[in-house]
């Protein structure tokens, strides 16, 4: 064939996967002439140009049309404006209870202990004082809540969340991911709009009322992860996690110092309003998203012809690699017996196809038994428990224990996920380059951002633990230290894709399930360990507990993790089709 149909984008996948044929042990030999120039020409275009980016901005498909801001960015935009308002919605109460509970009608045991184990009251402050110097003084607020039914309130949310993870990556599998998400968000926003009559109402319904809301937030993360499966490329997919992803960062940073900032006022009755204007903002991003977004790109009306190609013929190098290394491993299983012949190649290229199309039963049993995902969920039981632990209740510590005001606790609390965003980017962006250049293999990449995402963090709570009283280092641990939680997105969060593209819905929606378990487990435990008793020892023993989990679940999943796509997601029909190697 003529040297120019490599040519732009579509050359670009191909530079780093393998063709399956011409890569094969021993590769085709009877090849013929024109597939034996194609490879020659494609291996000089990555020889000499190995640096080709795969996003290329400002191409076109003609000399009218712009690609600056392509389908897949929308897309990208939106799901990242998604989570962030969802978080917005989630971590509001964790300021607002701060206002909402009268602390003073609290009943404490031990004051003396108490006097003896606590920070000591910063100085009043002076005229033109430093922000941070103010003591807490906010107005006591009209809920008299101990610890336990703080933690109850606070964890009722993720009693629904729960629930809905694994239903959402499945209904998003065979239904498309658009309306799922949208609708999680939807439901969201309307409890989180109730919430305040519901406080005021009753506490059961209160209850009620957030765990519904996590109901509807919970199909969000696995309808996400199935959409990232159908449209973005494989070379794009860690940066790209991170972006979208980390809208939860942002939404948490917003959120945060703007809660208290309103609880601290009178617009709406304080802390009511920063549950009306979110829930608002959910109701107006959900029209947009409907507009905006859709399923797959054969589905989308305005995407270019340009795009389209390149996205699909991405994905389909991506199962041509895979489908190679079965091969492989089928050719060692069998005593290096002669592959199949290129037709039957083809035929099984096909039939991968068409399989992939089809709407099949889950393999639940393989599924569930496969150690590579028990080891994924292990780990972000321990990233979850500790990650809820500073969500949930560091303000309640920022208050209780280092005597912040309102406004300073919820801007102090959000630095930490400010720069666990900007962390999270670039060690994305990092871990796609090294993969690009063949640094370092997909399964170690997983291990080593995966590692750092655990192990630094809980030393910045181990850290807490030594600094004591001293705001300014407590902030450094946090914000500087744990601000490598962010690298997650590079290390188990995109391993799902990788063991089954087909099925990564439902199992982020099964681990996702299993580690936000954490999010009602960890404030009724801490709210057990406090127990009335408001100590710098109480709090070290949540700290050293979140920081202990965390590590022992990457320890697990750098022992049984995988990067290789797995039997069971091929499918049987696949299976029963395919013809004998030839002996």
Not at 65 to 79: A, K, T, V
Not at 471 to 496: E, I, R
Request: hydrophobic content about 45%.
């Amino acid at each position: 064939m003529p040297p120019h149909r490599w040519t732009d984008e579509t050359r670009d996948a191909s530079c780093y996967y393998d063709n399956v044929v011409t890569a094969a042990a021993g590769g085709a030999s009877d090849a013929d002439d024109d597939d034996t120039e194609a490879d020659d020409e494609r291996q000089a275009f990555c020889d000499a140009d190995g640096d080709r980016p795969l996003i290329r901005a400002g191409q076109t498909d003609n000399n009218n049309e712009n690609n600056l801001l392509q389908s897949r960015h929308i897309f990208g935009l939106m799901g990242f404006l998604g989570f962030a308002v969802v978080y917005a919605m989630r971590v509001n109460l964790s300021v607002a209870i701060v206002a909402m509970v009268n602390q003073t009608a609290i009943p404490h045991s031990n004051s003396s202990v108490l006097d003896n184990d606590t920070c000591p009251l910063p100085p009043a402050p002076r005229p033109n004082g430093s922000f941070w110097q103010s003591v807490s003084t906010p107005a006591e607020g009209e809920f008299v809540w101990d610890e336990a039914t703080q933690g109850l309130v606070l964890g009722s949310f993720f009693y629904g969340y729960v629930l809905t993870q694994v239903p959402g990556g499945r209904m998003a599998e065979l239904v498309g991911g658009k309306r799922i998400y949208g609708y999680g968000v939807l439901i969201t926003a309307i409890f989180t709009l109730l919430t305040p009559l519901a406080a005021h109402w009753d506490l059961p319904l209160l209850v009620l009322v957030r765990i519904l809301e996590g109901m509807g937030e919970g199909v969000t993360y696995p309808a996400m992860h199935a959409m990232l499966a159908h449209w973005i490329p494989p070379l794009e997919r860690n940066k790209f996690a991170a972006v979208v992803y980390a809208g939860s960062n942002i939404g948490t940073v917003i959120s945060m110092p703007l809660t208290g900032w309103l609880c601290s006022q009178q617009f709406l009755g304080g802390w009511p309003s920063a549950f009306y204007i979110f829930g608002l903002l959910g109701l107006v991003w959900f029209v947009c998203w409907m507009y905006l977004v859709y399923d797959k790109p054969s589905e989308h009306p305005r995407i270019s012809r340009k795009e389209r190609a390149y996205i699909e013929r991405s994905l389909q190098h991506e199962q041509q690699q895979q489908q190679q290394q079965q091969l492989q491993q089928q050719q060692l299983h069998h005593h290096h017996q002669q592959l199949l012949d290129e037709d039957v190649l083809d035929d099984e290229h096909e039939e991968t196809a068409a399989v992939a199309s089809e709407v099949d039963a889950i393999p639940w049993r393989s599924l569930l038994g496969s150690v590579p995902l028990w080891a994924i969920l292990l780990t972000q039981c321990g990233q979850s428990w500790a990650f809820y632990t500073q969500l949930t209740e560091l303000p309640t510590y920022m208050s209780n224990i280092l005597h912040f005001d309102i406004q300073s606790n919820a801007l102090l609390n959000a630095v930490p996920y400010l720069t666990s965003w900007f962390v999270g980017i670039a060690c994305s962006a990092l871990a796609d380059w090294m993969l690009a250049r063949r640094y370092i293999s997909l399964l170690n990449s997983y291990k080593l951002w995966n590692s750092i995402a655990s192990v630094v963090p809980s030393l910045g709570l181990i850290g807490i633990i030594y600094v004591g009283c001293d705001w300014v280092w407590v902030t450094f641990m946090l914000a500087g230290v744990g601000s490598f939680g962010g690298a997650v997105y590079a290390g188990n969060q995109m391993n799902h894709i990788a063991l089954s593209p087909r099925y990564a819905g439902t199992m982020y929606g099964i681990t996702n399930s299993a580690a936000n378990i954490c999010g009602f487990l960890a404030p009724y435990v801490i709210g057990l360990i406090i127990n009335h008793r408001e100590t710098l020892t109480q709090w070290h023993i949540v700290f050293w507990l979140a920081a202990g989990l965390n590590i022992a679940g990457n320890f697990i999943y750098l022992i049984f993790a995988s990067a290789d796509e797995q039997a069971w997601s091929q499918g049987q029909a696949r299976t029963a089709r395919s013809r004998p190697l030839r002996i």
